[in-house]
């Protein structure tokens, strides 16, 4: 049998492998696990872009988002209720988490949408992040943080049949 971790390593070997057959040019930071935001920041050294945030939403219906956004950026649920037209919105379960972007609870990640081939989960990104030249995110585990270009991950969000709405 083989061990959750293990399919975590190989998992982050094949997302790499995938961007760099996209090419997009990338640069890879080992680091012990930072599960938070707040963590990043105390741990954070010279990783290149902008840091970001991920929130791994439903609503009362059972839809699913992805919402990417500066790691500063406040998030209002209620406001982003309206901007989707949805139902309530909470924080998805680690169980929904991993069954659908095959990610634990401090792992989420844009490129998390690559285990989610039939589409169940709407990628979000704040318009902001088109501001900023790069960015970085986990890929599929937090002891690893890849700095990417913006578009480098918007080329990625389309080739996972993910492309993301913007919203402000």
Known sequence: MVE????SRISHRLLVKLLQQLQIDLKIYYHPPLPTVAAA???RGII???????L???????????VVAPE???IDLKELEKKLGCGRL????????EKYLAVRPGSVSPLAVINDPECHV??????????????TCHPLQNDITLSLPIEGLLKFME??????LFLK
């Open 159 to 164: 080739a996972a049949h993910h492309p993301p």
């Open 56 to 66: 791994f939403l439903r609503d009362n219906k059972e839809k699913m988002w992805l």
């Open 122 to 135: 709407q990628a979000i990104f704040d318009e902001q992040l088109l501001d900023h030249p790069v960015v």
């Open 48 to 54: 290149e872009g902008l840091h970001l945030k991920n």
């Open 72 to 74: 500063d950026q406040k």
């Open 41 to 43: 920041k105390e741990h």
């Open 90 to 97: 909470s924080f998805g379960s680690a169980e929904r988490l």
């Open 4 to 7: 959750t971790s293990d399919l």
